[in-house]
T-cell receptor, first 118, second 111 residues
């Protein structure tokens, strides 16, 4: 169990358009979902934390108007990159958390979405 | 700042052991993880260690934890070409649900 999917896996778009990425927990209900960004050959940087039915909490330096997060249900969170520009090109990874036997909310990661903005 | 440090590269010969090191930041972190990332793919959880343990062994993987120095290592025995990937350590900050990832170590296994 604890499978997380992302859709699409790859997307190419033109500058100025908006792109929506979906993150789904397939076999469990996620109390919290997270969005990460990974630049080439770099580590994962947490962008925001989202809880179902409430506003996302963004990390310092992440533009909330640029990266819109909606967490409509316990199994779905979406990240919309608005008015995308080439510098938004990156690998976006989501994770979904659920309480674990280890006593805290353990994160399970999606396979990632490669965004290329032309 | 919250920087979890790893050496950038490691190159080993097939059949040798690999040791990947990580220096983390929060002495109160309860769990520390090791993830593997192959090119263009997401994260694969390899193993984890609870902070009250010094060592954990899981088949070819051995995790060592030195809490005093906030140092974590992952040893891969009998390294294979399929082990070539980027390895990330991650700590769970105490009192939060946040994972802080290390800078990543690119392991290259030479045949």
């Amino acid at each position: 169990g604890a499978v997380v999917s992302q859709h699409p896996s790859r997307v190419i778009c033109k500058s100025g358009t908006s792109v929506k990425i979906e993150c789904r927990s397939l076999d469990f209900q996620a109390t919290t979902m997270f969005w990460y960004r990974q630049f080439p050959k770099q580590s994962l940087m947490l962008m925001a934390t989202s809880n179902e039915g409430s506003k996302a909490t963004y990390e310092q330096g992440v533009e909330k108007d640029k990266f819109l997060i909606n967490h409509a249900s316990l199994t779905l969170s979406t990240l919309t990159v608005t008015s995308a520009h080439p510098e938004d090109s990156s690998f976006y990874i989501c994770s979904a958390a659920r309480p674990s036997q280890r006593g805290y909310n353990e994160q399970f990661f999606g396979p990632g979405t490669r965004l290329t903005v032309l | 700042g919250e920087d979890v440090e790893q050496s950038l590269f490691l190159s080993v010969r097939e059949g040798d052991s690999s040791v990947i090191n990580c220096t983390y930041t929060d002495s109160s972190s309860t769990y520390l993880y090791w993830y593997k990332q192959e090119p263009g793919a997401g994260l694969q959880l390899l193993t984890y260690i609870f902070s009250n343990m010094d060592m954990k062994q899981d088949q070819r993987l051995t995790v060592l934890l030195n809490k005093k120095d906030k140092h974590l290592s992952l040893r891969i025995a009998d390294t294979q070409t399929g082990d070539s990937a980027i390895y990330f350590c991650a700590e769970v900050l105490s009192g939060t649900y946040k994972y802080i990832f290390g800078t990543g170590t690119r392991l290259k296994v030479l045949a």
